[in-house]
């Protein structure tokens, strides 16, 4: 029977290693260094964890991936250009908190000039600036499209998208708050319990989230009330902490 199957935390390590001397011996000079990311990086992996690994290679044109099963367990292998991974590493989106933690955790298992550590550095030299941007661009773009979204469904239903709605604002809240914070989540599953152990957040959101993790979305008013609230309380944070909805009469080009 077709997996995912429990594997050991070393026969994974042992997995990664020999796919890491194919990729060696396949490539040869090209290898500039090869690193396992993720929760096998982290030491968090769990008995049903997959394996990532990236390979930066020199003079790589297109970046690409190979992802397969082997019966019991998983591999991702992303190839990348050493000037790819470092501009995604230093780019900063909405989704930022919860994609570029990986970054900072690479354990190399092939790196002799010592380029995830250089990785690192850069992907922490990151201007604030870039950080208010991005969390202004998530509150038009995500959370302001969400309310919207809500506020029609309180009139012309149909109330059932609700608590997939209240969710989505939950998490685009989570990532406002790790981008102000310039903190990163360790996973998708610890998003929320981690946003809410930041100190500074909008006093609305912890209700939110309580909501949203309880699984008790059967509610309509309530979501509605509570979501109502968190948008009140986030406005004033923003306003607190000098971050402005971008308002304008003409179209911005």
Not at 24 to 44: M, N
Not at 132 to 158: F, H, W
Not at 173 to 183: D, T, V, Y
Request: aromatic share 12%; net charge negative.
């Amino acid at each position: 029977m077709i997996g995912p199957k429990k594997v050991t935390r070393e026969k994974r390590m042992k997995i990664a290693y020999s796919i890491a001397n194919q990729v060696i011996e396949r490539y040869g000079s090209k290898v500039q260094a090869i690193g396992i990311y993720g929760s096998l990086a982290r030491k968090t992996d769990g008995p049903f964890s997959d394996i990532e690994i990236k390979c930066i290679l020199n003079a790589l044109d297109e970046n690409f991936c190979y992802e397969w099963t082997a019966g019991d367990w998983k591999a991702e292998v992303n190839f990348e250009s050493a000037e790819h991974i470092i501009e995604d590493a230093t780019t900063v989106d909405e989704r930022w908190p919860l994609t570029h933690g990986q970054f900072f955790n690479i354990l190399p298992i092939y790196d002799p000039n010592d380029f995830f550590t250089e990785l690192k550095v850069k992907a922490s030299s990151i201007d604030s600036s870039i950080f208010k941007e991005a969390i202004c661009r998530t509150l038009v773009e995500e959370v302001y499209e969400y309310i919207g979204k809500m506020r029609n469904i309180e009139l012309q239903g149909p109330r059932t998208f609700l608590p997939i709605l209240a969710m989505e604002i939950a998490a685009a809240g989570a990532m406002i708050i790790g981008l102000h914070n310039k903190q990163f989540f360790t996973t998708s599953a610890q998003v929320l319990p981690e946003a809410l152990s930041f100190t500074d957040k909008p006093e609305g959101f912890e209700v939110l989230c309580e909501l949203v993790m309880s699984g008790n979305l059967s509610d309509a008013k309530q979501i509605i009330v509570i979501c109502e609230n968190y948008w009140d309380s986030l406005l004033e944070w923003y306003a607190q902490h000098g971050y402005q909805i971008e308002c304008s009469k003409v179209i911005p080009w």
